[in-house]
């Protein structure tokens, strides 16, 4: 297809090659085109192939969704160097972007522009956490996402053994993945966004919140233990900026929405259900165990032959570390039993709650936590000297019931066509059938850039984002003589990371080591053109191979895109 670029839309497209965390705050229809793009990918469908998933089709939706989330986590790392695909500059990213979003927008929203959260991220110093406190100058990472290739190509580099990615990376690719291996329909699979993560929110089995490289159910989600607070810790603390469905998606900032709006409204009701959880005994054990700090105000009663022995809570929690068993109350007899008598009192502990009274108290009343009058009631029931109770309940409460900030309120929700794809299509189908929508469909249209398929997509935007966009290959050879680099692109193994006439850009042949003719000739063109921007630059490919013509030098390189055409820069 034919497409003419403004300077507003060429931006966009040329994004779809890079996909920066920035990018598709700026772009939301980005988030979905990389789920597109990863699902037109051989890659996933290989899996199908694998021992692995070997009779997957007879698991039931749960069960498959975890043979899923092992796989991911045997062949993927969390990748947080926010390093690998380099730095650019506050300015640059703002003049990009203004014409788009104005500057404060863009600050408030995004960690790279001096956002830090809450009061939950400035108590543990977000920016340090994720490493950007080094970045306290105008230089500032890019951020980039990556395709499945990409994330694969992680075992080419150094120290690394096996496929990786950042959060966006990993909820597209796990988004991906249920729809191919586990035939999850992608109306029940919503694509969340917030300033500083990404998960997914899967209609399964009450819901289940994809986190990295983990799954989280909902009784997961109220268990207390550090992997959930860390899952937990976005849709928690932060904004939710974008919610991206095959319907299409609700931005915090833009006033339009294209998602349906029956299915978002249905969608706000099963998140905000599953964020809450009435508050028993077992909610208590698990809030205590997140809150370890209030153990000390609690003591747990244990009958042991027909004796009542006591131990304060904070030793038997210490027990879980080492234990199967937990203090909740299926296994709680369990776990007392392992610990050591010396540990235990024979009388009650003064000035310490009987964690065993809640469990009697909770079966006789239904407490309202955001009544004042129940919290009292309460107090009146268990009140000791010099217990924070009213503390105790209220973060209880809170703990029980999350509020998530979502991005839906006061939106024109405006009608369009949603895309509609089947587990039962083949690979070769979807393609056909998104190409045939990319007219009325901006997010299909958008994949195929990010897919980079050169057959199937102006060159224009990709060759923007490769001479603007990539300083990893910029800097990784600048101590080296043109020569020197030529060379050095030259003795790469002429291997794409990209099947067919998809294309890398020039920070990940550098990243990786390898790629074709085609792909290094555009790198060294970016390397060039940033040490002398005024020189000419001419590549042409031709089948099996590219010729790249600059400063009366001629150099022949093969190539196994076959493609044809001229790059005049």
Known sequence: MFKIFNNKNIEKYSSAVTLS??????????????????????????????EWFKDIDKLNPYRKILRLKQYIMDNYDFNLDIDTWGLTTKENEIARFEPFMNVETISRSNALFGYEGDKYYFSMDIRRHFGLDKYNS??????????????????????????????????????????????????????LATPLHSQNFVDVKGGIVTNNRRIVTKNMWFNGTEL?????????????TIISHNTGFVHVVYPEATINHEVYTDFEKKLKKFLVHDIDYEMLCNFLRQESHLQKFFQIKHEYHGIHRYIPAEKAYAYEHTSSFKINKSTRDKLLSEIDEYEFSQEPIQNRICLNNFDEFFKKHKVDFNDENDIISV???????????????????????????????????????????????????????LES??????????????????????????????LERNPVSINMYQNLSEDEVINTLE???????????????????????????????????????????????????????????????????????????????
Request: with cysteine.
């Open 21 to 50: 965390d920035m990018e598709i705050f700026i772009f939301p229809e980005l988030l979905y085109s990389l789920l597109l793009a990863n699902i037109m990918s051989p890659i996933i469908w290989e899996w199908k192939k694998d």
């Open 138 to 191: 105008n230089e500032i990472p890019y951020w980039k996402t990556e395709t499945v290739e990409a994330m694969n190509a992680f075992k080419y580099k150094k120290n690394y053994e096996k496929g990786a990615g950042e959060c966006v990376s990993l909820s597209t690719l796990y988004a991906a993945a249920l729809f191919i291996i586990c035939k999850i329909p992608l109306k029940d699979i919503y694509l």
């Open 228 to 240: 959930t607070v860390k899952a937990q810790r976005a849709i928690r603390n932060e904004q939710i």
């Open 379 to 433: 107090m009146d029931q268990l009140n000791l000297p010099n217990i924070p109770l009213k503390e105790i309940l209220t973060s209880l409460c809170e703990f029980c019931n999350i509020d998530p900030r979502l991005p839906g309120n006061n939106k024109n929700f405006i009608k369009s066509e949603p895309i509609q794809l089947s587990s039962e299509m083949s690979r070769e189908d979807i393609v056909n059938y």
């Open 437 to 466: 929508i990319r007219d009325t469909n901006v997010s299909a249209d958008l994949a195929f850039y990010a897919l980079r398929d050169f057959s199937r997509t102006e060159w224009d935007p990709f060759i923007k984002a490769a």
């Open 491 to 569: 003795s790469m193994p002429n291997l794409s990371i990209y099947n067919g006439s998809r294309m890398a850009q020039p920070d990940e042949v550098c990243n990786y080591q390898r790629g074709d003719g085609l792909e290094k000739a555009i790198c060294l063109a970016n390397i060039l053109k940033y040490r002398n921007n005024s020189r000419s630059i001419r590549i042409r490919v031709l089948n099996d191979h590219v010729e790249i013509n600059f400063n009366n030098k001629i150099i022949n390189w093969p190539s196994n895109k076959c493609l044809n055409g001229t790059i005049k820069l």
